[in-house]
């Protein structure tokens, strides 16, 4: 039972980090069909001052969403960190020996192996899920918030 609760939270958090990551995709698809849009209504000069203010916002949404997509991982400095065996990052940064001696210590301890677990949990959703979910929301914002004021310029301007 213990295995099934975590295998399901693993895969609950490999939908959500997939998901973030299509969320930011399609705001970036989104704000790079606006920017010529709006390069092309400065041409015409047809509402230039709302179309600056558009592209900025979707410059921003877009680097926003890059860094959404980007992955994130703390990244430890000193020797005597707490070292997460089971995630990639930390794995690189030991030596195959000093890698095995660690996991098969873990592996063979079922207990150690559940906690090792349940810590993989834990920085996966502290320095992983929360950081994207942070700029994905600004990469939301920015754009909403862009467009809103693009949108007023361009109104009061009539």
């Known amino acids: 039972m213990r295995g099934q609760v975590i295998s399901a939270t693993v895969n609950k958090y490999a939908v959500i980090l997939r998901m973030i990551d299509q969320k930011a995709q399609v705001m970036i698809f989104l704000n790079s069909i606006l920017i010529p849009m709006c390069i092309r209504s400065i041409e015409s000069n047809t509402y230039p001052e709302a179309s600056q203010i558009s592209i900025c916002a979707a410059v921003l949404s877009i680097l926003a969403a890059m860094i959404c997509i980007y992955p994130k991982r703390k990244y430890r400095k000193s020797s005597d960190r707490r070292l997460n065996i089971l995630h990639f990052n930390d794995i690189g940064h030991l030596d195959e020996d000093d890698y095995m001696q660690r996991f098969m210590c ?8 559940a906690a090792s677990a349940a810590y993989d949990l834990y920085d996966t959703a502290r320095f992983s899920i929360i950081p994207k979910f942070f700029w994905l929301k600004i990469s939301y914002a920015t754009f909403a918030l862009g467009n809103l004021i693009a949108l007023v310029v361009a109104f009061s301007g009539m």
Do not use: G, P
């Not at 063979?108 to 192996?113: F, V």
């Open 106 to 113: 873990v592996f063979n301890d079922t207990s150690k192996l």
